[in-house]
């Protein structure tokens, strides 16, 4: 029987870090290579900016994972900045910006959960679906500003948050909650 540790030792330590290596690996060369294909055939059409946000959801998947294994405070948040580490460490095309990135999306998935630790352990559709809501704008608008997306026309500006955020509540939300309901049919966890 699998257990759920709100505690931090050594087991949900390694956890964590081996939920965020893995993602940290299938970010890399998993959803970034998709993304520079899809990118690259949208060029044309003047809409690739908008790529930038079809797929976002894909790389906040470590944070409710790691959540969900170890359900307590900043867990998410570490597995998460393991992934973009991990990410960059192996070669991720955006070098040391993704630890920041990965560090304020992991953080801001939390909030669906901080503070009370009930959510946390009962990692109910509610606090997955806030939580990618809230990491959506902790991806959003950072990358606003640090890639110039404010000098694009405003009806574009307008279908990349709607996209970016279509895509953190289907696969940071709905995607992640599916996985972890998975879970639980074939673990049967309990949680302490």
Do not use: C
């Not at 991806?139 to 953190?168: A, D, E, K, N, V």
């Amino acid at each position: 029987m699998f257990t759920r540790s709100s505690k931090w030792n050594v087991k949900s330590i390694i956890l964590v870090a081996l939920i965020g290596i893995i993602m940290g690996v299938i970010y890399t060369y998993g959803f970034n290579n998709v993304y520079n294909l899809v990118k690259l055939s949208f060029l044309p059409t003047g809409y690739a900016p908008v790529v930038d946000n079809i797929f976002t959801g894909l790389w906040y998947m470590a944070a409710p994972l790691a959540m969900y294994f170890v359900p307590t405070v900043g867990s998410g948040t570490i597995g998460e900045l393991i992934a973009a580490t991990v990410e960059m460490a192996i070669g991720g095309q955006w070098g040391t910006l993704t630890i920041l990135e990965g560090l304020i999306q992991g953080a801001t998935n939390e909030i669906g959960f901080f503070p009370k630790k009930s959510r946390y352990e009962r990692f109910s559709w509610g606090s997955v679906l806030t939580g990618a809501f809230f990491a959506n704008l902790g991806g959003f608008i950072p990358s606003y500003f640090i890639f110039g997306w404010s000098h694009y026309r405003p009806s574009l500006q307008i279908l990349m948050f709607i996209t970016s955020m279509i895509s953190s509540l289907l696969f940071d939300g709905v995607l992640v909650k599916l996985i972890t309901n998975l879970f639980d049919k074939a673990l049967k966890p309990k949680t302490k």
